[in-house]
Structure formats: structure tokens, C-alpha cells
């Protein structure tokens, strides 16, 4: 494994959201918010389903503020391949490109702006991870998934009418991906004291200060409005504290890798942040994190644990993904790269009361 430099002072350009609006009716405002920046011409993508249930609404406010749709597809690919084959057949014209729905149209949009150097506005139909408002897209390239740079989003809008709408599978997925933040950030406080990565306080201190914002101030009630505000605040921070670091680091550890371990060889993998949450307190516990207790209580009040042991995984495959998940990324020191991890791993999936009930 490579050491970094990490103590060498380095400078560049932090990008921030311009655009953030966050509450209830807000899709009907967005040709509002693309007019008040000069926005007047788009592409417009969807998500599967999304045009039927949400175009009527986001439509109306386009026509009334004059915002001209020059492209419009519905997004079934994350293909790098057709991801660049659309974005240089759209129209001269189009000032923003504009995503609407989940992970994978917001992925494709997001990519498709990154090409053309155009404004993304992501307006995400869930909160079931914080890759609304990241800074990288995951794609297929070759039929391999791959998390390729983009550019984090010019403007983010989130219509909480529609996000308390949602399946509470999206919800509990979004808790995952939010308890993720503790053993990824154990993961890159250890890689550093290693002599493998820089590291980044202020982007260390947005990641957990964006768990104390939806864990610490609000209920463990999904169905509240207040705590889906929060969810959708806290995602978005994680998103920014990614662009502050200039990596992924402060949401992305130890149990992302064995998640896109299990994408690879799960015959069903569950959605990316029931499959994170369940591997972040497995990776708590191999890492003997001081905030382990903190993550058993909070994935046991939000029913989080419940619901993933509704579904549990199959324990042949999450070994297996244990197993290959230090290989995903080339000199990313996680605790899965130490020698005994595997087998602390099995003999934890034996004993633990709560990892019998996730992993059969």
C-alpha cells in the first residue's frame, strides 16, 4: 500500500450548492428557481415512473416561468457509454441539466452535466443515500460498476411532500448510509495515522456533526416530518463534507466495500444503504469503534435492525463479499485490510445476538 504526503499543504476551489430548497411543494417551484437563475433552457431527465407521478406538477411551474424543456428522456442506463452518447447529442441551448428521481437518473444527469460543464440541479425522490448531493457518480463502465469523479450539484431541490411518500424501505436505507459516517470516518482517521491518506478536519467535523444533527436532536420516528427534514439535511452535509475532502473518505469506508462486494455477487443485493448500515456495525465492531454502542442503539430504535432481519442476507454471500471487499479498491487501507479481519468477521457473525438476525 502507498504512502501519501500527508502533511503537505494543498489549495483548491470548494464547490457548494448555490440552489438549496428543502420543504413541502417545492417540485412546483423549481421552473421558479431555474428562471430566478436564468436557466431557460433544459434537459430534463427522469427516473422510472417519476414523469407519471411528478411531471403535471413540475411541468405547470416550467410553462408559467417560461422554461423551455429542449431534451427529455426517462433514464433506464447508468452506462458510461450512453451517458456520453446523450450528453453530446443534446440541443445547443440547454443552460442546465436537470435530474429527477433516484440514484440512477441522478447519477446519469449528474455525469451528463459533469461532460458539458453545465449546472446539475438534483432533485431527489428519496433519501435513501447521500449520492444526491455528491460529488462523484456511480456508473457502469464495461459492465462494471465504477464511482467515477463529477462535479456535486449546483442546486438541490427536495419536495418533502414527496419524500414522506416514499417507501419506508428508502427511508431505513437512508439511516444506513447516514451510520455509515462512523466507521468510515474510524477508517480514515486510521489510514492516515498510517501514513496512507490525508486528512481533513473540517470535513471530519461537517460528517459527524451531520449524524448529530438527525440522531441526537430528533426522534427515531421515520414517519415525523421533522426527522425526514433532517435525514434530507444530514445526507446533504455528508455530500459537501465529500467535496471539502476531495474524496469520499468522510462517508466511505470499510462497510461501502463490502457492499459493492455483495453488488458484484449477491444473486439479490439489497438496496446500497440496508446493505451499509449492516456492514457498518459489523466494521464497528472489528474496528473496537468507541461509537459502536451508539450505532446499536440508534439502528435498534429507528427499527432499522428489524427490518433488514425481516430480509436477512445470506451469510454464504456476505462472507464472500467480507472476503473480497479489500480488493475493490486499490491502497485503501480500511480495517478489512488487516490480516485477521476476516476470520474476527465470521466469528462475529456467529455471536453477535443482532448479526445472526441480519446475516443467516
Known amino acids: 500500500m502507498k504512502k501519501s504526503s500527508p502533511y503537505v499543504m494543498t489549495s483548491r476551489q470548494i464547490n457548494i450548492p448555490y440552489l438549496l430548497k428543502i420543504g413541502e411543494g417545492k417540485i412546483a417551484k423549481i421552473g421558479k428557481y431555474l428562471f430566478d437563475k436564468d436557466m431557460t433552457g433544459i434537459a430534463l431527465f427522469w427516473g422510472e415512473g417519476m414523469e407519471k407521478m411528478l411531471g403535471a406538477r413540475l411541468k405547470r411551474g416550467l410553462d408559467e416561468h417560461g422554461i423551455e424543456i429542449l431534451s427529455e428522456d426517462t433514464v433506464s442506463s447508468i452506462a458510461v457509454e450512453d451517458i456520453t452518447a446523450t450528453a453530446f447529442s443534446l440541443p445547443a441551448g440547454v443552460k442546465a441539466v436537470v435530474g429527477v428521481g433516484g440514484g440512477k437518473v441522478l447519477d446519469f444527469a449528474k455525469y451528463t452535466s459533469y461532460l458539458l460543464r453545465l449546472p446539475y440541479i438534483s432533485v431527489p425522490t428519496s433519501m435513501s443515500n447521500d449520492g444526491f448531493c455528491s460529488p462523484t457518480s456511480s456508473l457502469t463502465a464495461g459492465g462494471a460498476r465504477k464511482t467515477v469523479k463529477s462535479a456535486i450539484p449546483y ?48 470535513a471530519s467535523m461537517m460528517s459527524y456533526n451531520s449524524l448529530d444533527l438527525l440522531f441526537l ?16 439535511t444530514s445526507l446533504l452535509y455528508s455530500g459537501i463534507a465529500m467535496e471539502i475532502a476531495g474524496t469520499s473518505r468522510p462517508a466511505s469506508g470499510s462497510e461501502h466495500l463490502i457492499s459493492h462486494a455483495l453488488d458484484e455477487l449477491a444473486q439479490k443485493p439489497k438496496m446500497h444503504g440496508l446493505q451499509v448500515g449492516t456492514a457498518a456495525y459489523l466494521c464497528a465492531m472489528l ?53 485477521e479481519s476476516l476470520s474476527r468477521a465470521v466469528r462475529l457473525l456467529e455471536e453477535d445476538e443482532i448479526l445472526r438476525r441480519l446475516v443467516k
Not at 436532536?217 to 434530507?232: C, I
Not at 427499527?303 to 475493490?328: C, N, Q, R, Y
Open 155 to 202: 442546486g438541490v431541490v427536495i419536495d418533502l411532500d414527496v419524500i414522506a411518500g416514499c417507501p419506508k424501505s428508502f427511508l431505513y436505507s437512508g439511516v444506513g448510509d447516514m451510520i455509515a459516517k462512523v466507521s468510515a470516518l474510524w477508517d480514515w482517521k486510521a489510514a492516515f495515522n498510517r501514513g496512507y491518506e490525508r486528512f481533513n478536519d473540517f
Open 217 to 232: 436532536r430528533h426522534s427515531s420516528d421515520l414517519t415525523s416530518p421533522r426527522f425526514q427534514r433532517s435525514l434530507a
Open 287 to 339: 474496528q473496537e469503534n468507541p461509537e459502536t454502542g451508539g450505532v446499536r442503539d440508534i439502528l435498534a430504535a429507528t427499527g432499522f435492525f428489524d427490518f433488514v432481519a425481516a430480509d436477512p442476507f445470506d451469510k454464504t454471500e456476505f462472507i464472500k463479499a467480507i472476503e473480497l471487499a479489500p480488493t475493490i479498491k486499490d491502497d485503501y487501507y480500511t480495517i478489512l485490510s488487516e490480516p
